[in-house]
């Protein structure tokens, strides 16, 4: 469940996405994700997200610190009462300067025109510059317009001490919760006809949840206040693995919806080319 720059193997993927009023940046939403990432390309690789804001920045990037089990706390804390899915909802489906930094074992690229990329390569280090298909950041150009996109770029020795992505954004439609999903791992743009297999956890929580809502995420005692300040107190998850097949897609949730528990909500979203 990612899309690569090169040929790539991606497992154990976990996603979360969370709702929330910030004391300092208002509502917000919080997108974590993780997976472990074997490189089965030639060079170096980037994993690239579509992400449903337009302003984005090193700033909204997030630092695990110390704390770099924290979604493996968010799937510990669900796991035991959460069911293997067994179906989901099908859901109908002016360029900025790129700006380029290091993140944990990453160089990130953020764009809102992804087809401006290929001109700002040249400051990722060589040992981590990726070769990058122009019909892939095409791909996103058409369907993601308003989209920023991140391509988080990678050796093969840094793929295995990766820490989670953790960053912030004020959302594109603060009432709906999405997290990218769309697959494919050779470099090319996502088949949107295709179904892929599944392995990962999906996570979700909100601030205005219901009392009893969801379950209770133990956080370290010495976790940073900055971190924690973004990070939930309850959360809601859900398996989708063991052999499944789902249409390519993100996926997608309304907060009236999540606010309710009931997970069979979820809706895998395929985008439309604009």
Same mark, same amino acid.
């Not at 690239?48 to 984005?56: D, Y």
């Not at 900055?226 to 249409?247: C, I, K, N, S, W």
């Given at each position: ?32 994700y ?6 089965l ?32 706390r ?9 069911? $293997? ?5 099908w859901m109908?489906? $002016?360029?900025?300067?790129v700006q ?12 809102n ?21 122009? #019909?892939?950041?095409?791909?996103y ?37 999405? %997290? ?10 996502? #088949? ?9 956890w ?14 209770? %995420? ?26 499944q ?18 997970l ?11």
């Amino acid at each position: 469940m990612c899309i690569s720059t090169g040929a790539a193997e991606f497992s154990g993927t976990i996603v979360y996405c969370g709702r929330r009023h910030h004391p300092e940046h208002g509502l917000i939403h919080v997108l974590g994700y993780q997976n472990t990432a074997v490189n089965l390309a030639e060079g170096p690789n980037a994993m690239l997200l579509h992400l449903p804001t337009g302003r984005l920045g090193p700033g909204h990037f997030l630092s695990a610190g110390r704390t770099g089990d924290v979604l493996l706390r968010m799937v510990a804390a669900v796991k035991t009462d959460a069911p $293997e899915a067994d179906g989901i909802a099908w859901m109908g489906a $002016e360029a900025e300067p790129v700006q380029v930094f290091d993140h944990d074992v990453y160089t990130v690229l953020l764009a809102n025109d992804p087809t401006t990329i290929p001109a700002a390569l040249e400051q990722v280090p060589p040992h981590r510059r990726p070769a990058l298909d122009l #019909d892939l950041l095409r791909f996103y150009a058409d369907h993601f317009p308003d989209h920023t996109i991140a391509v988080c770029c990678f050796d093969n020795a840094d793929a295995r001490r990766a820490k989670p992505l953790l960053l912030w954004y004020p959302p594109l439609d603060p009432d709906r919760l999405t %997290v990218p999903a769309l697959d494919s791992h050779t470099g090319k743009a996502p #088949d949107l006809d295709a179904h892929v297999p599944v392995d990962h956890w999906v996570l979700l929580a909100t601030d205005q949840a219901p009392t009893g809502w969801g379950t209770p %995420v133990e956080y370290p005692e010495n976790m940073r206040h900055r971190l924690r300040a973004f990070l939930p107190d309850t959360v809601v998850g859900r398996h989708y693995g063991e052999g499944q097949r789902l249409p390519n897609g993100d996926f997608t949730i309304s907060h009236d919806d999540l606010l309710t528990g009931d997970l069979d909500h979820v809706e895998r979203s395929r985008p439309t080319r604009h």
